[in-house]
């Protein structure tokens, strides 16, 4: 698993590549933790690269919007390929975070 | 802080130290889908749809859970956690009950007691002496419930499991769960175990009814 991040329109975008699963969900958590800083409003996790999540991983995404909402910023999703998608809606996901097609139409999404 | 079989097995004893009447399968599976739980949550295990994997097989600590641990370690086979759930529901629901139900004694939270049942039985109560547990464990439920906050996984899980087993209407009025109907559909759908348990017990359920209609009057 691979987390690289850019800020970009205002929001800092953290993309992961590969899968979170328990074997490195810590890793994930760390590294997730230490990008985000306190000037951060909104938060996209973009999924495009992302090939499998595990309970253990969609806790740390949960965890994070928690962490997140607490402070009044924002977790949003994006690019999640069908498979990913499917499984954050089946665990009730989309109820709770906005969930974008693409990172521009995320960023789109909080000019508006 | 107690673990989520202690929370939903104290959350199952009455006033009189008596668990609340619900469908034995109910129970047991529920006490297994807590067990899976507090397993995730201390890193030992992990889960999707069709695998429960062990991540690290170094005992908890709690004999509650390191039982449950070992046998799927040692299992050669990878089951989904439908069939975990399933297999510990059956094998090792009761035993777990009763260390959570020890556990409970020892920290001071229940007492044992044991009163005479038609003369010569002897029945074991466990009444709650310090219900300050309780109390914060029916707080948790509460505030998670009545917000539309994200929640904590953990609260998400406890309330699968008290609402799997039977036990919000001990807890809640009846138009007070049914306003709260939606939330708790949310919150059922974020913990991976606490949907399969809840398949499970609904399943064994609808198989009890088909059965009892086919029963002769």
Redesign the interface.
């Known amino acids: 698993m691979k987390v690289t991040t850019e800020r970009q329109g205002g929001a800092l975008s953290i993309c992961v590549d590969g899968r979170i699963?328990?074997?490195n969900?810590?890793e994930f958590e760390e590294a997730v933790r230490a990008a985000i800083g306190d000037e951060d409003v909104v938060v996209i996790m973009d999924f495009g690269n992302l090939l499998?999540v595990?309970?253990?991983g969609?806790?740390a995404v949960?965890?994070t919007?928690?962490r997140l909402?607490g402070r009044k910023s924002e977790l949003v999703l994006c690019s999640l390929s069908d498979p990913i998608r499917k499984?954050f809606e089946?665990?009730?996901?989309d109820?709770?975070f906005a969930i974008h097609p693409t990172r521009g139409e995320a960023l789109s999404s909080l000019a508006d | 802080m107690l673990n989520l079989v202690e929370e939903i097995v104290l959350l199952m004893i009455d006033d009189e130290g008596s668990f609340i009447p619900v469908r034995d399968t109910a129970f047991d599976h529920s006490v297994a889908g807590a067990v899976l739980m507090d397993l995730a949550f201390a890193n030992r295990i992990d889960t999707d749809s069709d695998r429960l994997t062990v991540i690290d097989s170094s005992p908890t600590g709690s004999a509650m859970l390191d039982s449950a641990l070992s046998l799927i370690a040692s299992s050669e086979e990878t089951r989904s956690p439908s069939a975990w759930i399933a297999a510990l529901a059956t094998d090792e629901a009761r035993p777990v009950r009763d260390m959570a139900l020890d556990s409970l004694v020892e920290r001071g939270i229940l007492e044992r007691s044991g009163a005479k049942f038609l003369w010569v039985f002897e029945r074991l109560r466990h009444p709650i002496v310090d219900d300050r547990e309780e109390r914060a464990v029916k707080r948790r439920i509460a505030g998670v419930l009545l917000s539309d906050d994200i929640p904590d996984p953990r609260d998400a899980a406890l309330i699968c499991l008290a609402d799997a087993c039977g036990v919000l209407p001990a807890i809640f009025s009846v138009q007070e769960i049914e306003k709260a109907r939606p939330r708790i559909e949310q919150l059922r759908k974020l913990d991976l175990i606490g949907r399969e348990m809840s398949g499970a017990i609904e399943e064994i359920e609808r198989s009890i009814i088909v059965a009892m209609s086919y029963m002769p009057h």
């Open positions: 699963d328990g074997s969900v810590v499998y595990s309970s253990a969609l806790r949960l965890l919007g928690k909402r499984v089946i665990s009730g996901f109820k709770l």
